[in-house]
């Protein structure tokens, strides 16, 4: 099967400006996401950006990018405008956050395996909470599976309720689930899935997929054991580079 692995990159953020221009050890972030994504078994590796000058960065260490708009909502739109750019049919298409350049290929490929099954429409990763400050933290989207390891619902609530016991002993009591944000999607579902309205859960919550549940499609998911660092903020950044980096 053929799939390309897309990397949503926008300059204008809220919190970061410019963020995957922002150097990591003597390479942009987005220079580092790229180069992740290359290790993992896709056949091709493609920046999507609302940004010449991220353009050019990638251009400058020889990666391959495409010019999308600048009212995309989501990332996953950006990357169905990166798709149809780039003109080749692909059977899968893996979204990588921008903004993680401490993703590992292992979990890349991860999200491809879950492309083995031909029930699959849309793939993601979670990870357990080990902690309390972890599950009541709202910015840590929670999950819940069914028994095939099929996401039923995304909360930034803790779920599931822990009925008859103290919060501080719910993960004694319940395994929780955390929802690791990269996304794989059949081409086929992923044009679908760009085409819908906003729904009540999904604005409720600010959780795009969410919205795909709610129309029907099924979201695989596989457990990760990487503890993975998004850089939202300068902060964040801060403590990225407190951490050693080969």
């Known amino acids: 099967m053929k799939s390309i692995g897309i990397i949503p ?48 960065e990638v251009a400058r260490f020889g990666g391959n990018a495409v010019l999308t708009a600048t009212t995309h909502q989501s990332g996953t739109d950006r990357c169905f405008e990166a798709y149809c750019a780039f003109n080749e049919p692909c059977d899968f298409i893996i979204n990588i956050q921008g903004d ?57 609530h803790p779920i599931p309720y822990v009925r008859g016991a103290e919060t501080q002993d719910w993960l004694q009591r319940q395994t929780f689930y955390k929802h690791i944000g990269i996304y794989g999607y059949r081409a086929d579902i992923l044009e679908q899935i760009t085409q819908l309205s906003p729904s009540d859960l999904e604005l409720s919550e600010s959780l795009e997929q969410l ?36």
């Open 9 to 56: 990159a926008r300059y204008e953020s809220t919190r970061f400006p410019g963020k995957p221009l922002v150097q990591i050890n003597g390479k942009s972030m987005i220079q580092r996401v790229y180069e992740q994504a290359s290790q993992a078994r896709l056949q091709h590796v493609l920046v999507a950006t609302d940004d010449e000058r991220i353009m050019a």
């Open 100 to 156: 993680e350049p401490f993703i590992q290929p292992e979990q890349i490929n991860l999200v491809i395996d879950l492309f083995t099954s031909p029930i699959t429409q849309v793939a993601t990763l979670i990870k357990k909470i080990q902690s309390e400050a972890e599950l009541f933290n709202p910015n840590i989207p929670k999950v819940i599976l069914d028994i095939r390891q099929q996401a039923i619902y995304f909360s930034r």
């Open 211 to 246: 919205l795909w549940l709610q129309h029907g499609f099924r979201i695989a998911t596989a457990l990760t054991t990487h503890e993975n660092i998004g850089i939202d903020t300068p902060e964040d950044l801060e403590k990225a580079l407190s951490q050693s980096w080969r």
